[in-house]
């Protein structure tokens, strides 16, 4: 298929809204209420992702435009009925709490929390803690749960560790528990400072959804928390650009940028 057939297939069949003038149409609507974040955020990247298609298309044949205009004006009103979607999904403070928890220093000086039991285990104590809160933190960075809810990485790695072993195990869990406990508290005040601090504005390139070319299975190049502080944070958009323009503290737009 020519890449303007391709281009006009895409905009033939767009999710439209009804009215002034458009055709009627499909339109990606966010998801039943309660339903699951993910659901919302699919819904919302498979129509940014046909918006970005659409521009890309127009600019491409511009002679286009006065058919391709109410349609691509239609995508746009779409994608931003999907993004309010996610948006009150999502929760603003828990973006900000995974940030400063990526922001946190690795922790030094681990052979406090060990209990005196800890030469017993089999493994390196120390090692075995700054994996396990390494797992904890990388998991918060990511936004697939809550940070409290991440605490299940970090016992992924001592359950590896100890394998069928039961002996020294729940300690170890213990220390584990409270060396995090220990991070939240800290993460708390520095939530409680970047929220009384200024915000930052940051551009960045929309990443359209990748399709995988043999089994058409979808993969999102963003993170659940990066597609969250975007629906939570869009302060602007240039679809031409396929940029958008996010408004959010330095904490959280420092994460953002650093992919």
């Given at each position: 298929?020519?890449?303007?057939?391709?281009?006009?297939?895409?905009?033939?069949?767009?999710?439209?809204?009804?009215?002034?003038?458009?055709?009627?149409?499909?339109?990606?609507?966010?998801?039943?209420?309660?339903?699951?974040?993910?659901?919302?955020?699919?819904?919302?990247?498979?129509?940014?992702?046909?918006?970005?298609?659409?521009?890309?298309?127009?600019?491409?044949?511009?002679?286009?435009?006065?058919?391709?205009?109410?349609?691509?004006?239609?995508?746009?009103g779409?994608?931003?009925?999907?993004?309010?979607?996610?948006?009150?999904?999502?929760?603003?403070?828990?973006?900000?709490?995974?940030?400063?928890?990526?922001?946190?220093?690795?922790?030094?000086?681990?052979?406090?929390?060990?209990?005196a039991?800890?030469?017993?285990?089999?493994?390196?104590?120390?090692?075995?803690?700054?994996?396990?809160?390494?797992?904890?933190?990388?998991?918060?960075?990511?936004g697939?749960?809550?940070?409290?809810?991440?605490?299940?990485?970090?016992?992924?790695?001592?359950?590896?560790?100890?394998?069928?072993?039961?002996k020294?195990?729940?300690?170890?869990?213990?220390?584990?528990?409270?060396?995090?406990?220990?991070?939240?508290?800290?993460?708390?005040?520095?939530?409680?400072?970047?929220?009384?601090?200024?915000?930052r504005?940051?551009?960045?390139?929309?990443?359209?959804?990748?399709?995988?070319?043999?089994?058409?299975?979808?993969?999102?190049?963003?993170?659940?928390?990066?597609?969250?502080?975007?629906?939570?944070?869009?302060?602007?958009?240039?679809?031409?650009?396929?940029?958008?323009?996010?408004?959010?503290?330095?904490?959280?737009?420092?994460?953002?940028?650093?992919?």
């Amino acid at each position: 298929m020519s890449e303007f057939a391709v281009a006009v297939a895409g905009l033939r069949t767009p999710a439209v809204v009804p009215g002034a003038g458009a055709p009627a149409g499909p339109v990606p609507t966010p998801g039943p209420a309660g339903a699951e974040p993910t659901q919302a955020v699919r819904v919302w990247r498979r129509a940014q992702t046909r918006t970005l298609e659409g521009f890309a298309a127009a600019a491409a044949f511009p002679w286009l435009e006065p058919w391709a205009g109410p349609r691509l004006s239609a995508l746009t009103g779409a994608v931003e009925q999907a993004r309010g979607a996610v948006a009150r999904r999502v929760n603003p403070r828990e973006l900000l709490t995974a940030a400063c928890v990526a922001a946190l220093p690795v922790p030094v000086g681990l052979r406090e929390w060990l209990p005196a039991c800890a030469g017993s285990w089999g493994v390196d104590g120390e090692w075995l803690l700054l994996e396990a809160w390494m797992r904890w933190q990388s998991a918060c960075a990511e936004g697939e749960a809550q940070v409290a809810d991440c605490v299940r990485a970090a016992s992924a790695a001592v359950y590896e560790a100890f394998g069928r072993r039961r002996k020294g195990r729940d300690e170890a869990l213990d220390s584990v528990q409270r060396l995090i406990t220990a991070s939240i508290d800290q993460t708390r005040r520095h939530v409680d400072a970047q929220l009384a601090g200024p915000s930052r504005l940051v551009q960045m390139e929309i990443p359209p959804l990748e399709t995988e070319p043999f089994t058409g299975r979808e993969h999102d190049p963003l993170t659940p928390w990066q597609a969250g502080v975007i629906a939570v944070h869009q302060s602007g958009v240039d679809w031409p650009a396929g940029q958008v323009t996010v408004t959010a503290s330095r904490v959280v737009a420092d994460l953002l940028l650093s992919g």
